[in-house]
């Protein structure tokens, strides 16, 4: 199963969005459905699943900056809007999804949240002025465009030989341990920002990385880029936001993964899972 959040089913329509009249167009369209959050997370709809309503109905309860333009799925198009209240768990209603639909919810969340941080120029604090369906906002006052931010994230299976090291962070499930992982800094590379992760929480030292896989992570909004690394042996030193860090033989990441993690979040919710499978079928 691929992992959730990737494989959308939207075409983004960047070529289009720009025309004020084409998005126009998409919300006189019957077949365009609004999906309808608050707080970044999917309200109810009448059967429990995430709430889709038609683009007169958000219209008359859309908070700032109204309807934003998500993409077409089939030709049909996607909105999402910040209505008031009492939304579902947004990781629980991720899971359950169907994937094309939790590709949809994590853009929806990632736009609306940058939206709701963008709201005023981060230049000079005018009002933005939205524009290409609200994938773009301008400022009228200083001029300076902004765009939706994703913020790349270095993800990693840290191992030498037959073990791997794996972190655990305060208040995480008792028994709980994961691939590390943090964000990518100016001036690096993806290799770089992944030795200099490793070797910030545990201080080994990474000697080879090779990328796996990437997933979207809208929370609110980062690229989790997956690597399998290799480190110099040594003792890991729990630092930087971990509480620990320790090695974890075949046999010990085999039950963390088939008993603790399966208890977390099941195996296509994260890209962390995926570089532990890799690795164990290495
Ligand atoms: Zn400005």
Same mark, same amino acid.
């Given at each position: ?7 959308s ?21 019957p ?19 995430p ?12 908070? /700032? ?30 899971m ?12 929806a ?18 009002e933005?002025? @939205?524009?290409d ?54 001036g ?48 890991? @030193? ?16 085999? @039950? ?10 099941? /195996?296509?919710?994260? @890209? ?11």
């Amino acid at each position: 199963m691929d992992l959730t959040f990737t494989r959308s089913p939207l075409d983004h329509a960047g070529l289009f969005r720009g025309d004020p009249d084409w998005i126009d167009g998409l919300m006189a369209d019957p077949s365009a459905r609004v999906l309808a959050l608050s707080g970044g997370a999917p309200l109810p709809g009448p059967d429990g699943a995430p709430l889709a309503l038609t683009v007169p109905e958000a219209q008359a309860r859309a908070l /700032p900056p109204g309807l934003v333009f998500l993409g077409l799925e089939d030709g049909a198009p996607w909105f999402a809007a910040t209505v008031e209240g009492e939304a579902l768990d947004f990781r629980r209603a991720a899971m359950t999804a169907p994937p094309g639909l939790a590709a949809i919810m994590g853009r929806a969340r990632s736009m609306l949240m940058w939206h709701g941080r963008r709201r005023f120029c981060s230049n000079c604090g005018a009002e933005n002025t @939205v524009r290409d369906g609200g994938a773009r906002l301008v400022c009228p006052s200083c001029g300076m465009e902004h765009f939706p931010r994703t913020d790349p994230s270095v993800i990693m299976l840290a191992h030498h030989g037959d073990r791997a090291v794996l972190g655990r962070q305060p208040g995480w499930p008792e028994g709980m341990y994961a691939t590390l992982a943090g964000f990518m800094e100016p001036g690096e590379t993806i290799e770089e920002a992944c030795a200099r992760e490793v070797f910030e929480e545990t201080g080994l030292r990474v000697t080879a990385a090779r990328y796996v896989a990437s997933q979207p992570w809208p929370f609110p909004s980062s690229l989790m880029i997956g690597l399998i690394a290799e480190v110099a042996d040594g003792a890991p @030193v729990a630092r930087d936001d971990l509480e620990d860090a320790r090695w974890f033989t075949r046999a010990e990441t085999r @039950v963390l993964y088939e008993d603790v993690m399966a208890r977390w979040a099941p /195996p296509h919710f994260s @890209v962390s899972r995926l570089l532990i499978e890799t690795w164990l079928k290495m």
